[in-house]
């Protein structure tokens, strides 16, 4: 059985920062390729932020240079730091790792962030 479980999110004022974190148990981690999306009111889930198993970042434009994903082999972590937050950041942030497309997508249930003033 796969786990994802997520934690961080909060509420904080624009310009504010949070980390958001997931673990993952029941996969070798290490070989899984992981993100984070999010889905705000209204709106489709959309990819934020992707990391490859060997290390490789990608982002969505919107929160380049704001936000920064990384993982932590050793403790089966990935986390998704996120400064100079804004409203349209708002939204439910979900974690996901996928080894290929016959093994996942596994979801964690999500974290609710909200930005406000």
């Known amino acids: 059985q796969v786990q994802l479980v997520e934690s961080g999110g909060g509420l904080v004022q624009p310009g504010g920062s949070l980390r958001l974190s997931c673990a993952a148990s029941?996969?070798?981690?290490?070989?899984?390729?992981t993100s984070w999306y999010r889905q705000a009111p209204g709106r489709e889930r959309e990819l934020v932020a992707a990391i490859s198993s060997s290390g490789t970042p990608n982002y969505v434009e919107s929160v380049k240079s704001r936000f920064t994903i990384s993982r932590d082999n050793a403790v089966n972590m990935v986390y998704l730091q996120m400064n100079s937050l804004k409203p349209e950041d708002t939204a439910v942030y979900y974690c996901n790792a996928q080894r290929n497309y016959m093994d996942g997508p596994y979801w964690g249930k999500g974290t609710l962030v909200t930005v406000s003033s």
């Open positions: 029941g996969i070798t981690f290490r070989t899984y390729a």
